[in-house]
């Protein structure tokens, strides 16, 4: 079974701070993916990285960063000089990798970040 | 380029009614998903279709939820009849293909209110 722990349910930060998001998941798969999703109040999720179990490597996008760490599962994700744009809900998300293209995504219960200005 | 399209938006009905909900997916997108997300949750997929035929409905609610997708194209979801639980935001998205290696596109979804 998987499952992907966002403990942290709602975060408020003042414009400008950075914020870190924590992601940690479980799974009996040896190889997977990892994803964040962007929620904005408009309701469609935002699809933001994709990371594979291979690579844990850190990725850098501008403002957003992730921080991937097998050891402690987990999968977190920096906003660094937060902006009231980045104001939403954000998901982790985690799903196996297979031949078969039935692999479910499995979410998170998500974050709600507020940017207060 | 057109995003995934879903509507009505917003739907009240009352428990025992009946509803539908629509999506038009991303032209050339062979593979479509729909999601229920309660409030308060992340999505969870209800049913995976790769171009009109079903890869995965395995937690789909059969009694009282179906879906179809006729022609490969846009999708139906519907409820009959409805439950207080099934309260939700029903999120349709599309891909190129199967399987967590291609990008899910979503749709802005729809608010299904059972009172």
């Known amino acids: 079974a998987q499952k992907v722990t966002q403990a942290q349910t709602e975060i408020s930060v003042v414009e400008k701070e950075d914020v870190t998001l924590d992601c940690v998941y479980e799974?009996?798969?040896?190889?997977?993916?990892l994803f964040w999703y962007k929620q904005p109040p408009s309701g469609e999720l935002v699809f933001l990285i994709r990371?594979?179990?291979?690579?844990?490597q850190n990725e850098i996008s501008g403002r957003y960063s992730w921080n991937f760490q097998k050891s402690t599962s987990s999968f977190n994700f920096t906003i660094t000089a937060s902006q009231v744009v980045d104001s939403a809900v954000y998901f982790c998300?985690?799903?196996?990798?297979?031949?078969?293209?039935?692999?479910?995504?499995?979410f998170g219960t998500g974050t709600r970040l507020t940017i207060i200005p | 380029e057109a995003g995934v399209a879903q509507s009505p938006r917003y739907k009240i009905i009352e428990k025992r009614q009946s509803v539908a909900f629509w999506c038009n997916p991303i032209?050339?997108?062979?593979?479509l998903y729909w999601y229920q997300q309660i409030l308060g949750q992340g999505p969870k997929l209800l049913i995976q279709?790769?171009?009109?035929?079903?890869?995965?409905d395995s937690q789909l609610p059969k009694d009282r939820f179906s879906a179809e997708r006729l022609k490969g194209v846009d999708s139906t979801l519907k409820i009959q009849p409805a439950k207080l639980e099934d309260s939700a935001v029903y999120l349709c998205?599309?891909?190129?293909?199967?399987?967590?290696?291609?990008?899910?596109?979503f749709g802005p979804g729809t608010r299904l209110t059972v009172t």
């Open positions: 998205a599309s891909s190129l293909g199967a399987g967590p290696s291609y990008e899910q596109y």
């Open positions: 799974t009996r798969d040896t190889t997977y993916y």
């Open positions: 990371r594979n179990s291979f690579d844990e």
């Open positions: 998300a985690l799903a196996p990798i297979s031949n078969f293209g039935n692999e479910k995504l499995t």
């Open positions: 032209s050339g997108h062979a593979t």
């Open positions: 279709f790769q171009n009109n035929g079903v890869v995965d």
